[in-house]
């Protein structure tokens, strides 16, 4: 089954203690990206992935990092959560962007922040 | 400043009346790609439609109708004869064929009352 997974799907964690989100695509997929997502604003970018080693920040990079390594892993670290970062995170992945491919989302993690 | 723009933040419509989703777009690309995406409450993020910018053709896929405007840069979404499985959260989103990123509105979230 074609399909974009997450894990873990609930994290509570404290200031400071960095953590990562995992992000695995089994469709040979380009594209990869990370948003979160917040109450009355929709989903925003973090960052992005054109291809292997090829990453760029979104809209709202700070305090996130990603690394591209494979063609189908894209994590999400943050180094030293703050609970500004508490959201709900939605990793996505799409054959390409330029041919207008619609994103492929995986199931969200929501993420708190103590 | 904002690319997409979705002005209705909630809206409640009894079922079986029709009710329309805006979304006002803004790029300077000739050649762009219009999405929606519905998020029931269960929290996925589902592909309902995509639209390349040459195609202004409106699309009917049963109760759903999209009324694709490059005059007013508007993508509306209409449900007609709506159900309690409508209640969602949609979005509307933009890519760029120039660009690297995904843009999203902020969301409309539609409550069908039965």
């Known amino acids: 089954e074609a399909q974009v997974t997450q894990n873990p799907r609930y994290l509570i964690t404290v200031t400071g203690k960095k953590l990562t989100v995992t992000c695995s695509q089994n469709?040979?997929?380009?594209?990869m990206s990370w948003y979160r997502q917040d109450p009355g604003l929709g989903l925003r970018q973090i960052y992005y992935s054109m291809n292997v080693e090829v990453t760029d920040k979104g809209d709202v990079p700070e305090g996130y990092k990603v690394s591209r390594k494979e063609k189908r892993n894209f994590p999400l670290i943050l180094e030293s959560p703050s609970p500004n970062q508490t959201s709900l995170y939605f990793c996505?992945?799409?054959?390409?962007?330029?041919?207008?491919?619609?994103?492929?989302f995986g199931p969200g993690t929501r993420l708190t922040v103590l | 400043a904002q690319k997409v723009t979705q002005a209705q933040t909630e809206i409640s419509v009894v079922e079986k009346e029709d009710v329309t989703l805006d979304c006002v777009y803004e790029t300077r690309d000739t050649t762009y790609y219009l999405f929606w995406y519905k998020q029931p409450p269960s929290g996925e993020l589902v592909f309902l439609i995509r639209r390349n910018s040459f195609d202004e053709q409106n699309e009917i896929s049963g109760r759903y109708s999209w009324n694709f405007q490059k005059s007013t840069s508007s993508f509306n979404f209409t449900i007609t004869a709506s159900q309690v499985v409508d209640s969602a959260v949609y979005f509307c989103a933009l890519s760029e064929h120039t660009g690297n990123q995904f843009y999203f509105g902020t969301g409309t979230s539609l409550t069908v009352i039965p």
């Open positions: 469709m040979n997929h380009e594209y």
């Open positions: 996505a992945s799409s054959l390409s962007l330029a041919g207008g491919y619609e994103q492929f």
